[in-house]
């Protein structure tokens, strides 16, 4: 999409500009394409509404350089990314006093997002380089030690998610070939700091990788001195590129869910050739061949995400008998049956195998991702699911594992327990449905299942799992209030908040944190704002122990109420009644179907359930 182009329909105030800049931004390349798109898209944004208006998003940018043109292309990409950005942009070298000053006004109100840039001096070593190991390892310690201090002021005083970058790697060859010998080297020093930065950095904090970053671009070409030195540049114009992108991906990440389910052909996909015509021994896996070894490369990048939670699904036209038989007999095969939380064969089109697979796992459509090495039938799905996202390999495997690590759906924003165990746990759950329709009777189900439930208070420790919970829970949920790990660990000192977790474990195993709830004290009412479960424990009676608990919360509170909301989303219709069932009293319904509930506590009479309880903490 040329600039011309865009100029013209900015001139003819044709809305077509919006979605015309849209795919010039998803082609462009290079820093100085993105800052003419930038300076359009300020003009277009001043005469031109937009057709959907991006979310609400208040952006800072502080530290130790200039922020402009940055800034501009950092808004630029937030635009495409669907916000609707405000920048704050601090003065040069001035972030200590703009994040601890109180009575500053740069960031009234405090902005939603807060990015730290310190320096490239801030970073450098003070030690000569006869200083020993020891002393230098110190002084980087220190070093990180007093910058995540900065950023734990700032998170006391304002509730931003805040994103802390660290330092590129410098690209000098001195001092030659001591350069990785000596702990003083600019080199070592680097690398060491921010090693230090990142293994102590709290949940709250996201790493802005620089070094990586620098990698990326390469040592050479991501220092620019004659523009630090003229207007202080925080890099090279490809730097800077780059680093913008990965910014707003890591807001977007802070505000947005990461994907669940990969879901996977097999015939060119998993292995070379086709399982049906060429027999397990012809296939392509493994040594010698070399397009073997990369299929064997991928599966084994595919095993690693399932090793940290990403949950795997098989789906290709295939007999069923035939396409287990790899897993079973090949001796190269990385991933086995019992990997896939779901096994789809057969020869049903892909959408329907797809929607299948949504089904039994009880997670949504665009909680997927499918890849496939044929255009058709990628077409296909795209065409009738839209929200599975889709990547279509090929033709050489060599690069499978670079495309789906560039499509960036599985970057989790921290690993929890239950992250570890996620596919071991969906694959339980098909487990589950087929023993609970041995019983004939609910009752003797719910008790055979030996359920033994946990109450806890919110704590540091389960922070990362908690926020997760409430930014990837839709069915399950009765508000869909999202909360960043900042909202969230704010949440735990609070003495007006009542917030507990319940996790669960049966005769099948430990299902980890399951349940969260948010209630906020007003007087002597206690007001529900957050409920959600995962949907492995639907029918469990674990809303019923929730609901006792809630209960004790508000007596021991001095609360002769409670009262409790469900708003409408696109995918909670399974607790539109819940608040009925538990028996609250509805006051009243708005226009869009939100409903608002209200409870006696005097009158509530404890609920009976099959599930042993341990209260860890009371929940005052």
């Not at 182009?5 to 900015?10: A, E, I, Q, V």
């Not at 990965?246 to 990969?262: D, F, M, N, T």
Request: hydrophobic share 40%.
């Amino acid at each position: 999409m040329s600039t011309d182009l865009l100029k013209k329909l900015l001139l003819d105030r044709n809305p077509e500009f919006w979605p015309a800049l849209s795919v010039a931004v998803d082609r462009c390349g290079q820093w100085a394409d993105a800052l003419r798109l930038a300076g359009l898209a300020r003009k277009a944004a001043q005469t031109l509404k937009q057709p959907q208006p991006g979310q609400p998003l208040r952006v800072a940018l502080l530290g130790g350089y200039t922020t402009q043109p940055f800034a501009e292309v950092v808004e630029l990409l937030l635009v495409h990314a669907g916000f609707a950005p405000e920048l704050v942009l601090g003065s040069f070298d001035n972030h200590v006093a703009e994040l601890l000053g109180e009575g500053s006004t740069l960031l009234k109100p405090p902005p939603q997002v807060c990015v730290v840039m310190p320096s490239q001096q801030a970073g450098r070593c003070p030690c000569s380089l006869s200083a020993p190991r020891e002393q230098v390892e110190g002084v980087a310690v220190e070093m990180a030690h007093n910058l995540l201090s900065l950023c734990k002021q700032a998170h006391l005083l304002r509730t931003s998610d805040l994103i802390l970058a660290n330092f590129s790697l410098p690209s000098l060859y001195d001092p030659g070939m001591l350069r990785s010998k000596i702990a003083a080297t600019p080199w070592n020093f680097t690398k060491r700091l921010n090693m230090e930065l990142g293994l102590a950095a709290p949940p709250w904090l996201t790493i802005w990788d620089w070094e990586f970053i620098s990698c990326q671009v390469g040592l050479d070409n991501s220092w620019d001195a004659r523009s630090h030195f003229a207007s202080r540049q925080p890099g090279s114009p490809a730097f800077q590129w780059t680093a913008a992108k990965e910014l707003v991906h890591l807001i977007r990440q802070l505000r947005g869910v990461a994907k669940k389910v990969l879901v996977c052909d097999l015939d060119n996909t998993l292995w070379g050739g086709i399982i049906g015509d060429d027999g397990v021994e012809h296939i392509e896996l493994g040594p010698p061949s070399p397009r073997g070894e990369a299929f064997l490369a991928f599966q084994r990048y595919i095993k690693q995400l399932s090793s940290r939670g990403v949950v795997l699904a098989v789906c290709s036209k295939n007999q069923d008998e035939n396409a287990r038989i790899p897993f079973i007999q090949h001796p190269h095969m990385a991933l086995k049956l019992e990997d896939f939380a779901s096994f789809k064969a057969n020869w049903q089109p892909k959408p329907d195998n797809l929607y299948a697979i949504a089904a039994e796992l009880n997670l949504g459509l665009d909680s997927m991702v499918f890849i496939d090495d044929s255009p058709a039938e990628i077409h296909q799905v795209r065409q009738f699911l839209p929200q599975v996202t889709t990547l279509l390999l090929g033709p050489d495997p060599s690069d499978y594992v670079m495309q789906l690590d560039s499509l960036r759906s599985f970057e989790p924003l921290a690993l929890t327990a239950e992250d570890f165990t996620r596919a071991d746990l969906y694959s339980r759950q098909v487990q589950y449905e087929q023993w609970r329709l041995s019983f004939t009777d609910l009752n003797s189900y719910l008790s055979s299942l030996e359920m033994q439930a946990t109450i806890s208070k919110f704590n540091e420790t389960d922070l990362n799992r908690i926020t997760q919970l409430i930014n990837k829970s839709n069915q399950f949920n009765l508000t869909t209030q999202r909360r960043t790990m900042a909202q969230v660990s704010d949440l735990i000192h609070d003495p007006q908040v009542c917030a507990f977790t319940v996790r669960l474990r049966d005769r099948h195993g430990d299902h980890g944190l399951i349940g969260v709830l948010v209630a906020f004290q007003e007087q002597d009412n206690l007001a529900v704002d957050t409920w959600l479960m995962s949907c492995r424990v639907l029918s469990r009676q674990v809303e019923d122990l929730v609901q006792n608990h809630l209960v004790r919360c508000a007596r021991t509170r001095g609360c002769g109420t409670i009262t409790a909301s469900y708003l409408v989303s696109k995918k909670n219709g399974l607790v539109v009644h819940l608040l009925d069932n538990l028996g609250y009293d509805l006051i009243t319904t708005d226009p869009c179907g939100d409903r608002y509930y209200r409870m006696e506590v005097a009158s509530f009479q404890e609920r009976p359930t099959h599930i042993q309880v341990t209260l860890q903490e009371e929940n005052q």
